[in-house]
C-alpha cells in the first residue's frame, strides 16, 4: 500500500520484527538499531522526534522538511533502516558472535572477536537472542501527525508502551526510548530532534 507524504505532517511509525520475534530484548541489537537509525538520519537527512523499541517492534517519529528533501519518502527512510540493520543483526548472530562494529558503514568483520558457536553472550544482563532469517516483517504502519494535541498522544503511548507491556514500571527505567530526554532533558543514546 502507499504511504502517504504530507509536507507538514510527521509520522507515526510502527514496525514488527518477522513472526513477532522478541530480537530487540537483547541490548545488542537495541544498539545496532539505534546506530542505524542515527546513520541514516545523517545521511538522508529527516528528524528524529520519539522513539521506543520493544522486544517485537520499533516505534519511531520523524520529520523532514519536503522542501528540502523532495525524493525523500517514508518507505525509503523506513526500509534502508530495516534492511541495513538486519544484515548487522544477521552477521551478529550468524557469522561472527561478535560485539558489533555499531557502525553502519565499516565493513562487516573488520572488528570484535570470534566466540565458539555454542557460546551464549552474556553482557548487561543480556543473553544473544536466536533469530530465524528474517528480522523484520515487510510492511510497516504510517500515521501523519497533524496536530500539537496528536504529537504529544503519540509521544505517551510509545513512552508507556514497555510499562503496558510489563517489561518496567515507569517509563524512565525503560533504556530504549526518548522518554528521558522529553521528561528531563537529558541526552539520550541517539539525538531528538524537536521541530516546531
Not at 530484548?25 to 538522508?44: Q, V
Not at 519536503?66 to 525509503?76: A, M, R
Not at 543483526?89 to 555454542?118: T, V
Not at 503519540?154 to 524512565?172: D, F, Q, S, T
Request: charged content about 30%; aromatic content about 16%; overall charge positive.
Amino acid at each position: 500500500m502507499p504511504k502517504f507524504n504530507e509536507a507538514s505532517y510527521a509520522h507515526f511509525i510502527t514496525t514488527k520484527t518477522f513472526e513477532n520475534q522478541k530480537v530487540f530484548r537483547n541490548d545488542k541489537y537495541c544498539e545496532i538499531l539505534i546506530k542505524d537509525i542515527d546513520f541514516y538520519r545523517n545521511k538522508l537527512g529527516f528528524k528524529l522526534v520519539g522513539y521506543c523499541m520493544m522486544p517485537d517492534h520499533l516505534h519511531i517519529i520523524m520529520w523532514w522538511d519536503v522542501d528540502v528533501n523532495k525524493d525523500l519518502t517514508i518507505s525509503k527512510i523506513i526500509q534502508s533502516i530495516k534492511n541495513h540493520s538486519a544484515k548487522e543483526i544477521e552477521y551478529y548472530f550468524k557469522m561472527g558472535r561478535r560485539k558489533p562494529s555499531l557502525s553502519p558503514h565499516s565493513k562487516a568483520g573488520s572488528e570484535g572477536f570470534l566466540l565458539p558457536k555454542n557460546y551464549q553472550w552474556k553482557d548487561e544482563g543480556t543473553v544473544h537472542t536466536p533469530v530465524k532469517g528474517r528480522i523484520w516483517q515487510h510492511d510497516f504502519y504510517d500515521f501523519n501527525i497533524y496536530s500539537d494535541k496528536k504529537m504529544n498522544e503519540k509521544l505517551n503511548y510509545i513512552h508507556w508502551n514497555p510499562v503496558r507491556a510489563g517489561l518496567c514500571n515507569k517509563p524512565e527505567d525503560w533504556l530504549w526510548s526518548s522518554y528521558k530526554f522529553y521528561e528531563f532533558r537529558e541526552e539520550d543514546r541517539i539525538k531528538i530532534d524537536i521541530i516546531r
